[in-house]
């Protein structure tokens, strides 16, 4: 895969990258990066993916400075900070990679994932695909990268409107940005088209079930 150094969409930033030890020093686990547009279902994907408790499954949860969705748990979803907490741990070196993405900040915090991946551990991480392709750069063939491409954008446009979460502006900029992800979706390792759930699901764990020992 193409080392890439990707803008951020929103900022015209580049997204930001905590260097650390070597690949070899991460131990036997991957990581699981799970990437789609916003309301293309990854999240859901991921959760049924952990319904099991798997022993061998973990999962990343995001530092952000957005607000809470109605039903979003601090700790569960995302930690949700402050803008002066989350700039605190990027100056202590506390994310493997951060970014703005949608006008907020998301970050993915580094000592919980260097333990799991000590262990052996799949840990997954439901990231954008700037991330995504920073955390190859990082992990190499200990990151396991998997798209999950929505059939197509009118239903998209559905999800996020069934969704009822956001405005129509804000729905017309996720999917503004939705367009550019797909154009990302080529470095992935592996693109699932999610017609359905389960299907979709089973893809995802089939390929998972490929890199166990």
Known sequence: MPRLSLKNNDANQDR?????ESVASRGRGYLVVISAP???????????????REPDFAYSVSATTRLPRPNEQHGRDYYFLSQEEFDGRTRDGRFIEWAR??????????????NWMRDGTFVFMDIDVQ???NVKNQYGDRAILIFIKPPSMESLRDRLR????DSAEAIKTRLQNAELELQ??????????????????????????????
Not at 16 to 20: D, H, I, R, T
Not at 39 to 47: C, F
Not at 162 to 165: H, I, L, P
Not at 187 to 198: I, Q
């Open 16 to 20: 930001n990258v905590a260097v650390g």
């Open 38 to 52: 916003s309301g293309g279902g990854k999240t859901t994907v991921i959760r049924r993916l952990l319904e099991n």
């Open 101 to 114: 993405v949608h006008g907020n900040l998301y970050g993915t915090p580094k000592e919980p994932i260097e």
């Open 131 to 133: 991330g995504g392709i």
């Open 162 to 165: 069934e969704r009822n979460t």
């Open 184 to 213: 990302k979706a080529k470095f992935y390792d592996h693109v699932v088209v999610n017609y359905k759930l389960d299907a979709t699901v089973a893809e995802v764990r089939a390929i998972i079930n490929k890199y166990r020992n």
